[in-house]
Structures are given as structure tokens and as C-alpha cells.
């Protein structure tokens, strides 16, 4: 019998011993997992932040009142992707992380005639703002608007200016350059004479690729591609420099941008050309 009970005392001790050591393994492959998945989710929510922009409005009734529960749908023109939210109980929507172009915005709900928003620019930064008042009548009835909305940017602080597809290849570009057309923004210019960057000393050995803002120095700036660090710290300027063909759009953040940007200088935001939904040839 005693030998049978040290047996059982042993088998109990190395089940115990399992057990705890379970729980100290476990506990740093939780870790490690949350880790791994910290670092595949967090650049793709960096990226949304910072190359795409956001649609947001108010809902209401002829009264005034706010329409809670009203489906809005936007549909981006170039490539016909849509994405719907619901109002909030005041009335309120926000739809974010939207690709930079032209949407259609419309409005719904039982009871209301359908509003429809066209020709809703969106630009990389933006923060566009399109009410609704919705019309007493079937949902099958429909009201277009063709008017665009209001240029005026009251849902954000941040200043600076937007080059568009158009202007980067219809403006005439010394030696293709979209540096120049940074210059056009107001407190923009080359900066100090005879930096590393100005006189072409970086890789790709073309001269005109610095950029001061407000009088800040070159090195100051935060320049980035599609989302990615796009800096080339030596010489305050950019490390890849694409043809103008390739830009769909590029932003110069020159005051009072957010803090996910860092840095004290100016931040330039270039988002290449990507598909839609029609054939070119």
C-alpha cells in the first residue's frame, strides 16, 4: 500500500507540475500572438489614416429634426465600391478610411423620398461634410443633387494644398519634377542654396528635390509614399522620386496637420494611380 500511495503522491505532483508550467508557456505564446498581430494590423491602420480621407454629414427632416436609422450609402465614381453606415440618434454619420476621388453620396429611409449627392471630390486629407434634408414621400421617389458641396473645410484645423492628377500632368514640370509644383503653395520654396538636396547630391542625382515651408529647413519635412516613409534622412529630401505620370494626387500639410504625422516641418503626402473600373488603352 505505501507503495502504491508514493506512486499516486507522484503521478499528482508531475500533473500539478504540468499544469503550472502549461500556464507560464501559455502566457508568453499569448504574447507573443498578440504581437505578431499588433504588427500585421497596425501599418494597415497607419496607412488608412494617412492616404485616404473621410465623408461625414447630418440627416434631417424638413423640420429640422434629426432622422435617426437613415442608411447612407457612398460609392466611389472611378471604381463603383460603395460602403453604408447608419445615422446615430442625432442624425449624424461618418464614414472614414474612403480612397481619395469622386463619390456619389445618397441618403434613405421609410417614409422619405431617397436624396442623391453627386460630384463629392475627396482629396487626400479631406474631411468632407454633406447634409441631408429628406423629403416627405416613397422611398422609391428620388432627388438628385448635382450641386457640389461647399469648398470650405470647418471639420478640420489642418492647412495645406491638394495637386490633382490634372494639374500634375497638364502643368508644364522642368525635367518632370512634381517639386515644383509643391512651390506653388503658399510659403513654399527651395530653401537654403546649396543644400545636399538642391544641388542633386542624393541618389537619383537630379537637382530641385528640396523643400522649405514657412522658412523652416529642408530636414524638417516628412515625406511619404502611399503611406510609407518615403525619407531620405541625409539630405532632407525623398528617396524614391516617381514621374508625374504615376501621382494620382499629393498633399502638402503645411500648418496645424495631426499628430500622426510628426515632425515639425511640412508633411508631403504622395498617393500614386491605381485601377478602375474602365478600359484604357
Not at 33 to 46: E, G, H, N, Y
Not at 53 to 80: C, N, W
Not at 99 to 106: H, L, Q, R, W
Amino acid at each position: 500500500m505505501g507503495c502504491l500511495d508514493s506512486t499516486f503522491v507522484g503521478i499528482a505532483i508531475a500533473f500539478e507540475g504540468a499544469k503550472v508550467m502549461a500556464k507560464h508557456t501559455c502566457f508568453p505564446v499569448s504574447v507573443l500572438i498578440c504581437a505578431v498581430l499588433l504588427f500585421l494590423l497596425a501599418p494597415r491602420v497607419a496607412l488608412a489614416q494617412v492616404t485616404t480621407g473621410k465623408i461625414v454629414g447630418a440627416v434631417k427632416d424638413p423640420s429640422g429634426a434629426a432622422v435617426a436609422g437613415a442608411t447612407v450609402t457612398i460609392t466611389q465614381t472611378e471604381t463603383a465600391a460603395s460602403s453604408t453606415v447608419t445615422t446615430d440618434a442625432a442624425g449624424d454619420y461618418n464614414a472614414t478610411a474612403l480612397k481619395i476621388g469622386t463619390y456619389t453620396v445618397s441618403a434613405q429611409k421609410e417614409g422619405f423620398q431617397r436624396i442623391v449627392q453627386t460630384n463629392v471630390t475627396l482629396g487626400i486629407g479631406q474631411v468632407v461634410r454633406v447634409d441631408f434634408v429628406l423629403v416627405v414621400g416613397m422611398v422609391t421617389q428620388t432627388v438628385d443633387v448635382n450641386a457640389a458641396p461647399p469648398l470650405l473645410q470647418a471639420e478640420t484645423s489642418s492647412l495645406g494644398t491638394i495637386e490633382t492628377e490634372r494639374r500634375i500632368v497638364d502643368l508644364p514640370l522642368n525635367g518632370r519634377n512634381f517639386f515644383k509644383l509643391a512651390y506653388l503653395g503658399p510659403g513654399a520654396n527651395e530653401g537654403a542654396t546649396a543644400t545636399s538636396a538642391g544641388l542633386g547630391s542624393t541618389d537619383n542625382n537630379r537637382p530641385g528635390i528640396a523643400l522649405s515651408v514657412n522658412g523652416l529647413r529642408v530636414f524638417d519635412n516628412n515625406f511619404l509614399l502611399d503611406g510609407l516613409d518615403n525619407n531620405e534622412f541625409g539630405n532632407g529630401t525623398v528617396v524614391i522620386q516617381p514621374p508625374p505620370d504615376s501621382i494620382q494626387e499629393f498633399r502638402v500639410e503645411e500648418n496645424s496637420m495631426n499628430a500622426e504625422f510628426g515632425r515639425g516641418g511640412a508633411m508631403v503626402n504622395i498617393v500614386l494611380r491605381s485601377g478602375t473600373n474602365k478600359l484604357h488603352g
